[in-house]
């Protein structure tokens, strides 16, 4: 497939791979074989037009590799490129740290020095005309909470109104300390929420519509995945006109356009669209619709969690219910838009229109679920969710593929430049590739390879002589194993759990065992935890999910990582049970297609957690033999970096002691 850009017959710009090692003096760096190897393919992505998938380890200053020929084409089309990533800590990274750096060095090259501009959903930004105009009521969550809870929201909206007097940006992350999500939700909206920046009182100085137009004059865009995708989606244009984008952390693409496209419905929210509909309509039809809601409290509190795979029929009565009192809600509330002149009307009734789509929308989209007989059909999983301490049960409903839509909205309308360290999985593209809804044509993956001497540097260590593990927790051959290594790193320990209760298991079971610190997740924030764990050599750090991304800890204080088992998905978690389902349905090899990617992908972000810079060295145990024995090893070792390996107990022992000395 090829991509029409902006074409540039005379680009008088000097070419990518200069401008790279322009950069790079400038900022004290050395070249990078990958790093070079990077930047040409990104700007031979860039002329022919063809999306690139590029593997790029750690170390490689991929960030630089591909801003570097963004850059240069915005400059020759005069178009934003826009820079999506996962996480914030990585739009940080590259708004306050790379780009700034890389402008100043690429300054006297270009024709003016680079622009860039973060740009958020309008959720993060304070809404003006809100702060001050009679919006209805939001706090539904009040009676869920107790007194205490209440109250500090009430001095944390204090803080929110008090900044909102001197803040210049709007921005929710400059607001420090964090406000809690119930104290921000009264002062901010939702892009469906908003009244338009031409209808609003607020609207020429609205924070949203301003960090849109400042991000409209930039040379780099950088965003993150879920606004790209709603973007991309073309219901409500978000980003400025681009033609060229570039996924950092690809790896986390589908699951964030995932969250984006799964839709809720449960008491709270159907009570919230009673609730701003109320005053609006005729009491009676607004009563319906708060009846549909008691029937699905009831239904919902009564039901068992996970998948829902046939449609019970009181649950289909009670979402067509749902569906139908909302419609004549939506009817009763006539015409959209009008109310010109009085903009708190016209704010009350986007508010209900917003709540009572969402929730008519959501049932047809639930009760269209099982429109078709046979599994490999259906396009939707639906399960519910039960209650937690903070929120009642909500029935959820995702696609089982989300390939179709990112390959019609995404990579249809323009060049798209996918980079991770982790993407070939099982040593091939194919299976991201697959996720993301590319064919077999119009698309390169290429691996850039990594700065690290993985084989020199790091050991993989399987302890195939451990039993698999079970359901019952960690088996006391764990614990002994787990505490033998920590004592020959002398601490210096990444534990990555596959769940947060084997994580506080290990650490109650070793916390007195072992003489040096050991902290668990959960114990203080994680941002906390990790600096005192990369501050603190002989100290522990035991966690889960988000240790096995987030951790970037180089240098000494982290000689070990140690994985309890292959991070396959939980066998009870609804989506990627239901897509193992589908894929086997249509005659293909669930298992590995789902939860063995997932595994790798998840094993191959935390093996990475060891090697963090040049001079870093280790061991990575993994504990559960199956890496070793089974029969999809292969296909998950392949996935990992080269290190050394091994299966003997006694060799990574031996090298962590040789380290700790
Ligand atoms: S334009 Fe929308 S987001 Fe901006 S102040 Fe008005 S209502 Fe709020």
Redesign the pocket.
């Known amino acids: 497939m090829r991509v029409p850009l902006t074409a540039v017959p005379d680009s008088h710009l000097p070419p990518a791979d200069s401008l790279l090692s322009v950069a790079v003096n400038a900022l004290g760096g050395s070249e990078r074989q990958g790093q070079i190897t990077m930047v040409k393919a990104v700007q031979q992505a860039i002329d022919d037009g063809d999306h690139l998938a590029v593997q790029a380890g750690t170390g490689t200053g991929k960030s630089l590799a591909y801003l570097v020929p963004s850059i240069r084409h915005a400059m020759e089309t005069d178009r934003p490129v826009v820079v999506s990533t996962a996480t914030i800590a990585l739009q940080r990274q590259l708004v306050d740290r790379d780009l700034p750096r890389l402008a100043e060095a690429l300054a006297q090259e270009l024709p003016h020095e680079p622009t860039f501009a973060i740009l958020k959903g309008?959720r993060n930004?304070l809404?003006?005309?809100?702060l001050t105009a009679a919006w209805p009521e939001d706090d539904e969550q009040d009676q869920l909470f107790d007194a205490r809870d209440v109250s500090a929201t009430g001095r944390m909206v204090q803080r929110i109104q008090e900044w909102a007097e001197e803040t210049e940006t709007g921005d929710r992350d400059e607001l420090v300390p964090g406000v809690n999500e119930q104290a921000w939700r009264q002062f901010s909206?939702s892009a469906q929420?908003?009244?338009?920046?031409s209808r609003?009182?607020?609207?020429a100085e609205?924070?949203?519509?301003l960090a849109r137009a400042r991000a409209g004059e930039v040379d780099v865009v950088v965003t993150n995945h879920a606004l790209l995708a709603i973007d991309a989606m073309g219901e409500l244009p978000v980003l400025p006109e681009h033609e060229l984008v570039v996924v950092d952390e690809a790896h986390e693409l589908v699951d964030r356009v995932t969250s984006v496209v799964t839709g809720e419905l449960s008491e709270t929210s159907v009570a919230l669209a009673v609730r701003r509909v109320g005053r609006l309509i005729d009491q009676p039809i607004a009563d319906q619709l708060m009846e549909a809601s008691e029937d699905l409290k009831a239904l919902l509190a009564a039901a068992p969690p996970g998948r829902v795979d046939e449609l019970p029929e009181v649950l289909g009565l009670t979402l067509a219910l749902v569906r139908d009192s909302a419609a004549r809600c939506l009817t009763a509330l006539g015409p959209r838009g009008g109310d010109k002149d009085d903009p708190d009307k016209a704010?009350q009734r986007k508010a209900a229109f917003t709540a009572l789509d969402e929730v008519h929308d959501t049932a047809v989209r639930m009760l269209e679920a099982y429109g078709h007989a046979g599994e490999a059909d259906r396009a939707e999983v639906v399960w519910l969710d039960g209650a937690t301490d903070r929120r009642p049960p909500v029935l959820r409903v995702a696609p089982l593929n989300v390939g179709g839509m990112l390959r019609d909205k995404l990579f249809g309308e323009r060049t798209v430049v996918l980079t991770s360290a982790t993407l070939a999985l099982g040593g091939s593209f194919d299976g991201m590739a697959r996720q993301w809804g590319l064919g077999d044509k119009g698309w390169q993956g290429i691996d850039v390879g990594s700065p690290f001497d993985h084989p020199r540097a790091g050991i993989l260590y399987v302890a195939k002589h451990l039993p698999q593990p079970g359901r019952d927790g960690l088996p006391q051959a764990y614990l002994d194993e787990i505490a033998e290594l920590i004592e020959a790193a002398g601490g210096r320990t990444l534990g990555l759990f596959s769940s947060m209760r084997a994580a506080k298991a290990a650490t109650e079971a070793l916390r007195d065992r072992l003489d040096v610190p050991l902290l668990c997740q959960g114990d203080d924030s994680t941002m906390l935890l990790v600096k005192q764990f990369a501050e603190d050599e002989p100290t522990c750090l035991f966690g889960t999910l988000s240790l096995w991304q987030g951790v970037d800890v180089p240098g000494p204080s982290l000689r070990l990582v140690i994985i309890d088992r292959v991070p396959f998905p939980r066998p009870d978690d609804p989506l990627t049970s239901a897509r193992q389902r589908h894929v086997a349905a249509k005659g293909g090899n669930g298992f590995m297609t789902v939860a063995a990617t997932h595994a790798a992908l998840l094993l191959a972000q935390g093996t990475g957690r060891l090697l963090r810079s040049q001079h870093d060295k280790g061991v990575i145990a993994v504990l559960d033999p199956r890496l070793a024995t089974a029969r999809y090893s292969g296909f998950l070792l392949g996935s990992l970096p080269p290190f050394w390996r091994t299966t003997d107990p006694a060799v990574p022992r031996a090298a962590l002691r040789r380290l700790a000395e």
């Open positions: 309008r930004y809404c003006r005309y809100k909206v929420e908003c009244l338009g920046a609003c009182p607020s609207g609205c924070f949203a519509e704010g």
